[in-house]
């Protein structure tokens, strides 16, 4: 059992969750953690990433969506969870020119990536993009991590995004915001990586529910994925 030491609404239907989280298995950037905050009901826990992660502890930046999520938002400090995690295949490392682009609660694993990415010096260039349907979160937090940071509320925030000027983007949203990315992306020599969301039972590769098509014959988004070569889901 993990213990929540902040649970906090920072926005609308936005709220920052922060457990203590000893394992010793750290989590890697597009990683995260099935949720469970009840005993019977719903029947399965819920998948959320990783926001941040520090020595014993791990964050998780959520958007309440139906009932697990709003049994997860009335958790107190001091509260015990279930995690299971880290879990799946996260981003791969970055080099050169690099974009972030997120989407929505699909901002959320791009605050670590980015967190990751600084601390290794891996990119000359670290640009981040987040799209909101309404009002913007944590731009601040975001805007320190980066070299320059575009906010968008409403609309698509592929349409700031110049993919000739990067070597790597990593992407999270979405699915129609990825996949207008890809397109941006075709023919042009920029490595993107997708982190799909997908409804989950098991989050270990045991159940098939988040089973997907892609180039490479069906896959588990929990298990193979969440991220994907772009070239994977929406063809080269
Ligand atoms: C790998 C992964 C990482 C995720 N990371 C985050 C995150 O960091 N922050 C965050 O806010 N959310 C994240 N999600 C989505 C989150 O898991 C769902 O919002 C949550 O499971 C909804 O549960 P619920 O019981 O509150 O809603 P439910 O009552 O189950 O559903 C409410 C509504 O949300 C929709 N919904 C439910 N699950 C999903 C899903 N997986 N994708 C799209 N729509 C869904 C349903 O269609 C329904 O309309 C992630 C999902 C995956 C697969
Ligand atoms: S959720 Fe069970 S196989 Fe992916």
């Known amino acids: 059992m993990a213990e929540v030491l902040s649970n906090e609404n920072i926005a609308s239907d936005f709220w ?7 394992s010793a298995r750290r989590p890697a950037m597009g990683q995260f953690y099935m949720i469970r905050a009840w005993d019977a009901g719903p029947l399965l ?15 998780f930046l959520y958007r309440v969506m139906g009932r697990g999520t709003k049994i997860i938002s009335e958790l107190k400090a001091g509260d015990s969870l279930t995690l299971l995690g880290p879990l799946g295949r996260g981003f791969s490392t970055v080099s050169g020119r690099t974009a972030l682009v997120g ?8 605050y670590f990536a980015a967190r990751t990415i600084r601390l290794s010096g891996a990119a000359t260039t670290l640009d981040i ?12 937090s975001y805007r320190l991590l980066c070299d320059n940071l575009v906010v968008q509320s409403g609309g698509f925030i592929t349409g700031a995004v110049k993919a000739e000027d990067y070597d790597c983007m990593l992407a999270c949203g979405p699915e129609p915001m990825m996949k207008a990315l890809s397109e941006k992306c075709r023919g042009l020599p920029v490595r993107l990586e997708l982190s799909l969301e997908s409804r989950m039972a098991c989050g270990v590769g045991a159940c098939l529910v988040c089973s997907r098509g892609t ?21 080269p």
């Open 129 to 140: 993009f987040l799209g909101f349907s309404g009002v913007p979160v944590l731009e601040e």
């Open 45 to 59: 826990s819920r998948p959320v990433s990783v926001f941040d992660s520090g020595e014993d502890t791990v964050s």
């Open 103 to 110: 989407g929505g609660a699909g901002i959320a694993p791009l």
């Open 16 to 22: 920052l969750l922060k457990v203590r989280e000893k």
């Open 215 to 235: 180039a490479g014959g069906n896959k588990k988004v929990c298990k193979d994925g969440p991220v994907f070569a772009a070239g994977e889901i929406y063809g």
